[in-house]
């Protein structure tokens, strides 16, 4: 059945599910009608037919994925787009980066989505190929009635929030770095994400490298063990957190943040220089990078050198099996993925995420032309 929609109504339709639904929503970006199926992994998804003369890529019509949540706003447009040139129908589950591994390595899904590389506690049965997406930038949000948007933060203020050294907003460790700001005495009341996350690998790996104790005591990772606060599941569990919370605090992705009206801060970079996160930002701390990420594809780019890199940044990345299980769903995958690293690419700082440097996309490039 054809969609009643616009592509623009259903567009939108889906971000309000997204935003504002459970956590895990499945994505079925193919269209707003069509019969419910059951896919791989179980999960129920519209069946839309694709479009009479579209070219399935690969020969494939379907895929799935599952993983990250930080990059599912750009990946739903991404996928509704895709689905409407190539007739290639992509399921995506926003289950957070942990959990997206989990299902790469069961083989219940044609691709994984996360913002943390492999590492070697993931246990996959394959060699996988890791390629990054769109770069994007975590911001610290925040909810405190009577305060203005853009407060200032610095990496040690950060990291004594959330190690629980700082417990109120009228510090005078956060009033130093807002002269002339009046600030309440509301308790800080620290969310952070409670499942396996992408998101929680930047910001972690962002407070290792600004604080000695942060990186002694707590360390990097998608999951580590939180020394205050309470827990939410993907970045809109912890967007809603902060938002029910006078005095909240959090870690997201700028997304989340701009769709909940949640005012985020500002933060000093290695260059002394107080940021905004936005994607030019980020494309600042990927160049101030990009001598490291070319040796390694995964190296992360948060604490980037350069007067304008936003210091809490990364990339995303869809991983996939060097050697497909299944033929005509890996060939399939690898059409969409190169034009991800050129149509898709255009689409990115609407959403406020990043596009990839010239140098990266020519790198990935090369990857997905050796997938097998």
């Excluded at 996988?128 to 009577?146: D, F, H, K, R």
């Excluded at 999951?223 to 997201?252: E, H, L, R």
């Amino acid at each position: 059945m054809e969609s009643v929609f616009s592509k623009e109504t259903r567009l939108f339709m889906i971000k309000k599910f997204w935003y504002f639904g459970a956590p895990g929503l499945v994505l079925s970006l193919a269209g707003c009608a069509g019969n419910t199926a059951s896919t791989e992994n179980g999960a129920a998804t519209g069946a839309a037919s694709a479009p009479k003369g579209a070219a399935s890529a690969g020969g494939a019509t379907s895929l799935s994925g599952a993983g990250a949540t930080f990059p599912a706003p750009l990946y739903s447009k991404w996928f509704d787009t895709y689905k409407e040139s190539a007739g290639v129908q992509i399921n995506y589950q926003a289950i957070g980066s942990g959990a997206g591994i989990k299902q790469l390595s069961a083989k219940t899904v044609d691709f994984g989505a996360s913002d943390a590389p492999l590492s070697a506690k993931d246990k996959v049965p394959a060699p996988v190929a890791t390629i990054p997406t769109v770069g994007g930038a975590v911001v610290l949000a925040y909810n405190l009635p009577g305060a203005p948007p853009n407060l200032k933060m610095d990496g040690s203020v950060v990291a004594d929030i959330f190690l629980g050294k700082i417990t109120k907003w009228n510090d005078p460790a956060i009033a130093a770095l807002n002269p002339g700001v009046t600030l309440p005495g509301n308790s800080i009341v620290v969310a952070h994400r409670s499942d396996g996350s992408g998101t929680t690998n930047i910001f972690t790996n962002y407070l290792a490298a600004v604080s000695p104790t942060w990186k002694t005591k707590v360390g990097a990772g998608k999951s580590v063990d939180w020394p205050t606060g309470i827990g939410g599941k993907g970045n809109d569990g912890v967007a809603a957190g902060i938002k029910q919370a006078p005095g909240g605090f959090g870690y997201v992705e700028l997304a989340y943040a701009k769709q909940n009206k949640l005012p985020y801060a500002s933060v000093k970079n290695q260059a002394g220089q107080f940021v905004s996160p936005d994607a030019a930002g980020v494309t600042a701390a990927a160049e101030g990078a990009l001598a490291a990420v070319q040796k390694d594809i995964t190296a992360p780019i948060s604490n980037a050198p350069g007067a304008k890199a936003y210091p809490i940044s990364g990339f995303t990345y869809i991983m996939v099996y060097k050697t497909a299980p299944n033929p005509e769903k890996g060939a399939a995958v690898k059409e969409f993925l190169k034009w991800a690293m050129t149509q898709g690419q255009k689409d990115a700082a609407a959403l406020d995420y990043a596009p990839l440097p010239e140098s990266l996309v020519a790198l990935n490039q090369k990857t997905i032309d050796s997938l097998k």
